[in-house]
């Protein structure tokens, strides 16, 4: 009887302990992470390859004799128009970090009002967010140039930013989450004479912050990795970003200099998503646990 | 913690809608103040969402080459791409439909298994194998296309190919990204490696909360193996994130369709083999300026991704609403 008990303990979801019966799972899982991590794997080693290296016949996979030219290369090398990846480095990093701030603070603050706040039009508000999880991005790719050539915003810096402001699932993310905090902490905070700023300010910001970090995360992967905005917004070779660029090092360049490059640009655009997540992986897993659509 | 309040379906939207513009008598405790909260987020959404949605559905019955205003022309468009559009109905639609069954309830299903198995490990193992399984898709897909195209570079220093001439599994390279018969594969194989995203976290999340006491109780009621364990106890009880996985799972695979254009350099891609509808569109918008027709096809491309969403609704959608 103890002994089943305690196999029970072991073998049920989320057990403390290691039990052999757990071995089976391993024995499909460490398969699939074999084979998940393959090509990131490949792609640090392609990185820290040496010339020869890269072109050695027949190929190889591990790089013996690991070399940081590919990175020194990549930041000599200038773009057809004569400017250099710093720029679209730094492109990148402005961008990204005014899509972080915004879409944290309008996502936050539309998530404390839809969910705390009675006002009319409020249920419309939360069915078409739902209902726009659904949105493809992609599938009006063209509707959306017509908007944004009819607003002016073509080839303007900030066209980057904008249309990664509203995120429907960030949204949704965060409205969840402030579902949680009881109404009475918000009613006794405005006997106490708080404004509904301040109620957003000083009790939801603190207590939210395992989705804000979600919202950060979600919308740090969408910008950092796109390409998009630049290829289809933007003419002035200045105001394109790294995403971009590193797409044109293997078209544009030398094909057999740009993938030495493109393996190092591949790597400077994974590490920081993936260093991202890691830090902040134990608050966006709290989230998800609210992340059911009733 | 309480559970997270429902969340109306959005079947009754429509109906609300009308009672929105309806006059009533003022709702108690309201708070005008709200409107300032929600209206940046509401700007960008309108913006951004609503509107280009709108003008995809007006333009979508116009004759538009971006030069001359759009000429109002009815359903010609709906009906020249039923009728008229021979690769539509001969590459686009059957491609579609492959990849997106495939990466779709294919991948859907793989990122729930692998989350249910992940829960039956301890945590630390499963961490570190969980932050494996969901790097990929940090990629985003397209943006890792450099690396695909060296490791399946049609000549012998791709590495696939070195790697099977090694085995004797094949005598001369082959042309993986721009062959009609290996493009399509390859762009199902690296979707799916990239495709354990939110949805699967969500899962994984729901999972490892469910209450430990409902399986004690199943083991009790008759429960006998981890198969039954799964089906009766742990799907129904994460419903709200099955279906969250669910909708994220569909947005992926139509928002992923890139990258047949992306893996093979050219659209359409060669003989079309990697054509989906959103590479579709984008050859008829930005290479033929046929915006009217573009816009048709989107329409057409939002009303089967909400119909499909709409069945995963069904599926797990709570009834009592």
Same mark, same amino acid.
């Given at each position: 009887?103890?002994?089943?008990?305690?196999?029970?303990?072991?073998?049920?979801?989320?057990?403390?302990?290691?039990?052999?019966?757990?071995?089976?799972?391993?024995?499909?899982?460490?398969?699939?992470?074999?084979?998940?991590?393959?090509?990131?794997?490949? /792609?640090?080693?392609?990185?820290?390859?040496?010339?020869?290296?890269?072109?050695?016949?027949?190929?190889?996979?591990?790089?013996?004799?690991?070399?940081?030219?590919?990175?020194?290369?990549?930041?000599?090398?200038?773009?057809?128009?004569?400017?250099?990846?710093?720029?679209?480095?730094?492109?990148?990093?402005?961008?990204?970090?005014?899509?972080?701030?915004?879409?944290?603070?309008?996502?936050?603050?539309?998530?404390?009002?839809?969910? @705390?706040?009675?006002?009319?039009?409020?249920?419309?508000?939360?069915?078409?967010?739902?209902?726009?999880?659904?949105?493809?991005?992609?599938?009006?790719?063209?509707?959306?140039?017509?908007?944004?050539? @009819?607003?002016?915003?073509?080839?303007?810096?900030?066209?980057?930013?904008?249309?990664?402001?509203?995120?429907?699932?960030?949204?949704?993310?965060?409205?969840?989450?402030?579902?949680?905090?009881?109404?009475?902490?918000?009613?006794?905070?405005?006997?106490?004479?708080?404004?509904?700023?301040?109620?957003?300010?000083?009790?939801?910001?603190?207590?939210?912050?395992?989705?804000?970090?979600?919202?950060?995360?979600?919308?740090?992967?969408?910008?950092?990795?796109?390409?998009?905005?630049?290829?289809?917004?933007?003419?002035?070779?200045?105001?394109?970003?790294?995403?971009?660029?590193?797409?044109?090092?293997?078209?544009?360049?030398?094909?057999?200099?740009?993938?030495?490059?493109?393996?190092?640009?591949?790597?400077?655009?994974?590490?920081?998503?993936?260093?991202?997540?890691? /830090?902040?992986?134990?608050?966006?897993?709290?989230?998800?646990?609210?992340?059911?659509?009733? | 913690?309480?559970?997270?309040?429902?969340?109306?379906?959005?079947?009754?939207?429509?109906?609300?809608?009308?009672?929105?513009?309806?006059?009533?008598?003022?709702?108690?405790?309201?708070?005008?103040?709200?409107?300032?909260?929600?209206?940046?987020?509401?700007?960008?959404?309108?913006?951004?969402?609503?509107?280009?949605?709108?003008?995809?559905?007006?333009?979508?019955?116009?004759?538009?080459?971006?030069?001359?205003?759009?000429?109002?022309?009815?359903?010609?468009?709906?009906?020249?791409?039923?009728?008229?559009?021979?690769?539509?109905?001969?590459?686009?639609?059957?491609?579609?439909?492959?990849?997106?069954?495939?990466?779709?309830?294919?991948?859907?299903?793989?990122?729930?298994?692998?989350?249910?198995?992940?829960?039956?490990?301890?945590?630390?193992?499963? *961490?570190?194998?969980?932050?494996?399984?969901?790097?990929?898709?940090?990629?985003?897909?397209?943006?890792?296309?450099?690396?695909?195209?060296?490791?399946?570079?049609?000549?012998?220093?791709?590495?696939?190919?070195?790697?099977?001439?090694?085995?004797?599994?094949?005598?001369?390279?082959?042309?993986?990204?721009?062959?009609?018969?290996?493009?399509?594969?390859?762009?199902?194989?690296?979707?799916?490696?990239?495709?354990?995203?939110?949805?699967?976290?969500?899962?994984?999340?729901?999972?490892?909360?469910?209450?430990?006491?409902?399986?004690?109780?199943?083991?009790?009621?008759?429960?006998?193996?981890?198969?039954?364990?799964?089906?009766?106890?742990?799907?129904?009880?994460?419903?709200?994130?099955?279906?969250?996985?669910?909708?994220?799972?569909?947005?992926?695979?139509?928002?992923?369709?890139?990258?047949?254009?992306?893996?093979?350099?050219?659209?359409? *891609?060669?003989?079309?083999?990697?054509?989906?509808?959103?590479?579709?569109?984008?050859?008829?918008?930005?290479?033929?300026?046929?915006?009217?027709?573009?816009?048709?096809?989107?329409?057409?491309?939002?009303?089967?991704?909400?119909?499909?969403?709409?069945?995963?609704?069904?599926?797990?959608?709570?009834?009592?609403?």
């Amino acid at each position: 009887m103890n002994h089943s008990k305690s196999r029970f303990q072991a073998t049920k979801i989320n057990p403390k302990r290691f039990h052999p019966a757990q071995l089976r799972y391993l024995a499909v899982l460490l398969p699939i992470a074999t084979f998940m991590i393959l090509p990131l794997f490949f /792609i640090f080693n392609h990185a820290f390859k040496p010339f020869e290296e890269l072109f050695a016949y027949p190929p190889r996979f591990f790089v013996t004799r690991p070399t940081l030219s590919n990175f020194t290369n990549l930041f000599a090398v200038t773009g057809s128009s004569g400017i250099p990846m710093s720029r679209y480095l730094f492109n990148s990093i402005i961008v990204t970090v005014l899509v972080i701030l915004v879409s944290v603070l309008i996502s936050t603050m539309a998530g404390y009002a839809l969910s @705390k706040l009675h006002f009319k039009g409020k249920k419309a508000i939360n069915e078409i967010n739902t209902i726009a999880l659904m949105f493809v991005g992609v599938a009006v790719t063209i509707p959306r140039y017509l908007v944004i050539e @009819k607003l002016g915003l073509i080839d303007n810096f900030f066209i980057h930013v904008l249309p990664y402001l509203a995120i429907p699932v960030g949204l949704f993310l965060v409205k969840q989450f402030i579902d949680q905090i009881p109404g009475e902490l918000i009613d006794a905070a405005r006997v106490d004479g708080a404004n509904d700023w301040q109620i957003y300010r000083k009790i939801v910001v603190p207590l939210i912050k395992p989705a804000i970090a979600t919202i950060m995360i979600l919308s740090f992967q969408s910008v950092w990795n796109s390409a998009d905005t630049s290829a289809t917004y933007i003419n002035a070779d200045v105001k394109k970003t790294f995403a971009f660029y590193m797409g044109t090092l293997t078209t544009n360049t030398n094909a057999v200099a740009g993938q030495g490059m493109a393996a190092a640009a591949s790597l400077i655009m994974f590490v920081p998503n993936l260093v991202i997540f890691i /830090i902040m992986q134990s608050k966006v897993m709290d989230t998800m646990a609210h992340s059911g659509i009733k | 913690m309480s559970e997270p309040t429902a969340l109306v379906k959005p079947a009754s939207f429509l109906e609300r809608l009308k009672r929105f513009f309806t006059p009533r008598r003022q709702v108690r405790d309201s708070h005008p103040v709200a409107y300032a909260f929600v209206a940046p987020y509401l700007l960008m959404f309108a913006i951004f969402i609503i509107i280009p949605v709108i003008a995809a559905i007006l333009l979508s019955f116009t004759y538009f080459d971006t030069v001359r205003f759009p000429q109002w022309i009815g359903f010609e468009n709906y009906i020249n791409i039923l009728t008229n559009d021979a690769e539509f109905m001969q590459y686009v639609i059957p491609n579609t439909l492959k990849y997106a069954v495939i990466v779709g309830p294919g991948g859907y299903i793989l990122s729930f298994l692998i989350a249910w198995m992940l829960a039956q490990l301890t945590p630390k193992v499963r *961490t570190i194998l969980a932050l494996v399984i969901y790097s990929p898709s940090l990629t985003a897909g397209v943006t890792m296309s450099v690396l695909w195209k060296v490791i399946f570079a049609g000549d012998e220093t791709g590495y696939l190919n070195m790697f099977l001439m090694n085995l004797g599994a094949i005598n001369e390279p082959v042309a993986w990204l721009t062959s009609a018969n290996t493009l399509m594969p390859i762009m199902i194989g690296v979707t799916l490696w990239s495709s354990m995203g939110v949805g699967f976290l969500a899962m994984l999340a729901g999972i490892l909360n469910v209450n430990q006491d409902l399986y004690e109780a199943g083991y009790i009621d008759g429960i006998k193996n981890k198969f039954q364990e799964m089906i009766y106890i742990t799907i129904p009880t994460i419903k709200p994130q099955m279906l969250f996985g669910a909708v994220m799972a569909i947005v992926g695979t139509f928002g992923s369709s890139g990258i047949g254009v992306a893996l093979s350099g050219s659209n359409p *891609t060669p003989q079309y083999a990697g054509q989906l509808i959103v590479n579709h569109i984008e050859y008829f918008g930005f290479n033929k300026y046929e915006m009217g027709y573009a816009a048709a096809l989107s329409v057409i491309l939002l009303l089967v991704i909400y119909a499909v969403s709409r069945f995963a609704f069904r599926l797990f959608g709570s009834k009592d609403e």
